[in-house]
Every structure is written in C-alpha cells, then in structure tokens.
C-alpha cells in the first residue's frame, strides 16, 4: 500500500477540498449535504469558516501527498477530523440523514480506513528501514 499512499492523499484531498464551496455558497452547500439551512449572519460565519477548514483540510491532504515526512501526521489529523464529522452526525444529526449526507458519511468512512491502512504501511516500511 505504501505505494499507492500518494495516490490516496491526492485524491482525498481533491474530494476533500471541494468543501472550499461552503465558503463561497454556505445556504447552498448547506441545503445539498443537510437539506436543511440556517439562518442569520453568525450561521453565514460559521458555516463558511466550516468550508473553510474542511478544505484546508483537503490541501494538507495534497501536500501530504507530495511531502513523505508530513504523511502520518497528515494522515492523522485529517481521519480524526473525519471521524469527529461521523461521530457528529450520527450522535446529533441523524434527522439530516439525507441521501448527500449519507453518501458524505460512507466516502469519509472509506477514507478513514484508507488512511488507517496508510499509516500501518508507513509504520512497516519505517521499521524495516
């Protein structure tokens, strides 16, 4: 796999970026992935500071990519920010359960156990250098 952990974060991290859309259309990105919007100037704030580090997110994922002495600890931050997102909606969200949301929730599934598989790779081959 450590062969192919490039090619993970740099995908991850392109589909984790598009969340930059929240930052420039927060009732819109809202209304896709929740089908639900909020209201009023500190939810425009929030929500768009939400894009914001979700794509930031996604770039640490890319530089990652192209950097081997970041990837754990990118790999790190970026699956326990995924799995905080999970735990959230499924601890308090599970009305928004739309078929966005639900399809958000597998994809970042998906990614966490990619990375955790990423990370044992890394641990190898670093053990047996």
């Known amino acids: 796999m450590t ?5 993970i974060m740099l995908v991850a991290g392109l589909l984790t970026f598009t969340m930059v859309y929240a930052a420039f259309a927060p009732q819109a ?4 992935t ?15 500071n939400w894009g914001a580090l979700i794509a930031l997110i996604g770039v640490m994922l890319i530089y990652g990519a192209y950097r081997p ?8 931050i ?3 920010s995924k799995i ?5 909606v499924l601890a308090f969200g599970r009305e928004h359960l739309t078929q966005p949301l639900v399809v958000s ?10 990375f955790i ?12 250098a």
């Open 3 to 7: 062969a192919h952990v490039r090619w």
């Open 69 to 76: 002495a970041v990837r754990a600890l990118v790999l790190v």
């Open 84 to 88: 905080v997102f999970i735990a959230l």
């Open 117 to 128: 598989g990423c990370l044992v790779s890394l641990r190898r081959e670093q053990s047996r």
């Open 105 to 114: 929730i597998a994809v970042d599934a998906v990614m966490v156990v990619l």
């Open 78 to 80: 970026a699956g326990l």
């Open 34 to 48: 929740f089908g639900a919007t909020l209201e009023g100037p500190l939810a425009e704030i929030i929500v768009r």
């Open 29 to 32: 990105a809202l209304q896709k």
